[in-house]
T-cell receptor
C-alpha cells in the first residue's frame, strides 16, 4: 500500500480481555517498530523487528505484551488480560532498512481504550 | 540507554512569529536526529532530520541545528502559520549492535499558532 496501515483504528475492550492490533508496513520495508503513546505523552518504544525476528523486545512493558511478524510483512501486537493502564495509542512504523538511520514512516495508530 | 529531553511542553505564538523547540540527548553515540510533526488523530510525520556530520540544515521555513559537544539540537520555524499548529517531537538514535536505529523520542511540544 501507499503507507503504513494499522487496524483497527479504534478499539474499546473490557478489562481482562485480550486484544490484537495489526500493522501492515510499507511494501518492501524490512524494519518494523511498535511504539505506545499515552495521552499527552511522547512515544514509548516497545519492540523492533528486522524481517521476522525481533532483536529488541526491551520496551515491552510486561509479559502480557507480545508481538510477531510473519512473512517479513504484517505484524500483530497482542495484549493479554488488558488493564486500564494499557489504554493508549499504539503506533507502528516501518523503514526501508534497519541500518544507516533512515526515516521511519508511521501509521495512524490504534487507539485502545480499556474500560 | 538514550534519554531525550524536550522543551517547552507547550508553545503559543502569533502568526508570523518564530518558534523554537529545544532538545537534549544523553548518549554521545547518537548520530541521527529527526523531527516529527503530529496532527490530531494522525501518526507522526517526518518534517526534517539532521545527521551528526552537519551542524545545521534548512528546508524553507524550517531549520534544525545540532551541537554535538553540548548534546543538544533545536527546531526553528520561521513565519509561523496556523497550519503549523501541531505536536512536534524530537528524537535521537544511533546504530545499535544489531545494526538498526531505535528512535528515542522526546515528550513532545504542543505548538499553537494564533492568527
Amino acid at each position: 500500500g501507499a503507507g503504513v496501515s494499522q487496524s483497527p483504528s479504534n478499539k474499546v475492550t473490557e478489562k481482562g480481555k485480550d486484544v490484537e492490533l495489526r500493522c501492515d508496513p510499507i511494501s518492501g520495508h524490512t524494519a518494523l517498530y511498535w511504539y505506545r503513546q499515552s495521552l499527552g505523552q511522547g512515544l514509548e518504544f516497545l519492540i523492533y523487528f528486522q524481517g521476522n525476528s525481533a532483536p529488541d523486545k526491551s520496551g515491552l512493558p510486561s509479559d502480557r505484551f507480545s508481538a510477531e511478524r510473519t512473512g517479513g510483512s504484517v505484524s500483530t501486537l497482542t495484549i493479554q488480560r488488558t488493564q486500564q493502564e494499557d489504554s493508549a495509542v499504539y503506533l507502528c512504523a516501518s523503514s526501508p532498512r534497519g541500518a544507516s538511520n533512515t526515516e521511519a514512516f508511521f501509521g495512524q495508530g490504534t487507539r485502545l481504550t480499556v474500560v | 540507554g538514550e534519554n531525550v529531553e524536550q522543551h517547552p511542553s507547550t508553545l503559543s505564538v502569533q502568526e508570523g512569529d518564530s518558534a523554537v523547540i529545544k532538545c537534549t540527548y544523553s548518549d554521545s553515540a547518537s548520530n541521527y536526529f529527526p523531527w516529527y510533526k503530529q496532527e490530531l488523530g494522525k501518526g507522526p510525520q517526518l518534517i526534517i532530520d539532521i545527521r551528526s556530520n552537519v551542524g545545521e540544515k534548512k528546508d524553507q521555513r524550517i531549520a534544525v541545528t545540532l551541537n554535538k559537544t553540548a548534546k543538544h539540537f533545536s527546531l526553528h520555524i520561521t513565519e509561523t502559520q496556523p497550519e503549523d499548529s501541531a505536536v512536534y517531537f524530537c528524537a535521537a538514535s544511533g546504530l545499535f549492535s544489531g545494526g538498526y536505529n531505535k528512535l528515542i523520542f522526546g515528550a513532545g511540544t504542543r505548538l499553537a499558532v494564533h492568527p
